[in-house]
Every structure is written in structure tokens, then in C-alpha cells.
């Protein structure tokens, strides 16, 4: 394999009252507000080592709310990880810079067997 998975960077979820749902991960969990992406109405909430953000989706139902996990990989080989990923019949997205719980940093999009979104992070200052 040519990474290894250093931990969970972060997990979105899809919320009806996304104002509600960060209200309760601040003042009852005791996460901060990290970053507000306006221009997509996203809400990344500091949460330990890392985050989890907050998006609006009005039709998102009860316990079927998770857009995607992404787990923090090193080293982020861009053509050796494309490589590996294909080998295993996956279509990675493009890679490009998004932020997380260390800061902006490189990532793609895959998906599990299930259909479950999973996003790949590399290292901050990429």
C-alpha cells in the first residue's frame, strides 16, 4: 500500500436545522467554529483533532445524514495513490485543495461497495 491512514480528518452531515445541529455540538459537546464557507453554507466545527462539518440539506432524513467521511492519509503520492485506487476498480476524483481539520490541503473522492462517500486528505500546505 502506498499510505497510511493517520485518522479521521473529518465527517459532514446534512442537517434540516444546520443552526440547530451546530448549537448542540457547541454548547452540549463542546465544539468551537472553526471556519464558515459561505458560499456554500458550510459550517466546519473543531472537534478534537478534527471536525465535523455541518451543511444544509432539507430533505436529509432522521439517521440517513452523513455526506461523506474523510480519513487524513500520508503520504499523499498523488499518482502512486490514483495508481493503487485503480488497481482496486476505483474512479478517484480529481485531486484538488479543500480544507479540513489541520487546513487546506490536497484530497479526492471515492466510494466504498456501499456507496458510501469517502474522502482521501493529504497533509496541509499543498
Known amino acids: 500500500m ?3 491512514i493517520l485518522g479521521i480528518d473529518h465527517v ?3 442537517a434540516r436545522d444546520p443552526e440547530r445541529l ?3 455540538y ?3 459537546l463542546g465544539c468551537t467554529v472553526a ?3 459561505e458560499k456554500i453554507n458550510l459550517v466546519h466545527l473543531a472537534a478534537g483533532r ?3 462539518d455541518v451543511i444544509p440539506e432539507p430533505d ?3 439517521g440517513k445524514n452523513v455526506d461523506h467521511v474523510c480519513l487524513r492519509v500520508e503520504p499523499f503520492d498523488e499518482p502512486a495513490l490514483v495508481a493503487h485506487l485503480k488497481q482496486h476498480g476505483l474512479s478517484p476524483s480529481e485531486p484538488v ?3 479540513g481539520a489541520e487546513g487546506d490541503g490536497p484530497s479526492l473522492y471515492i466510494h466504498d461497495p456501499e456507496g458510501n462517500m469517502v474522502e482521501l486528505k493529504g497533509p496541509p500546505g499543498r
Open 2 to 4: 502506498s499510505f497510511a
Open 12 to 14: 459532514v452531515l446534512r
Open 22 to 24: 451546530i448549537r448542540f
Open 26 to 28: 457547541c454548547e452540549v
Open 35 to 37: 471556519k464558515r464557507n
Open 50 to 52: 478534527a471536525q465535523i
Open 60 to 62: 436529509a432524513r432522521q
Open 97 to 99: 485543495t479543500r480544507f
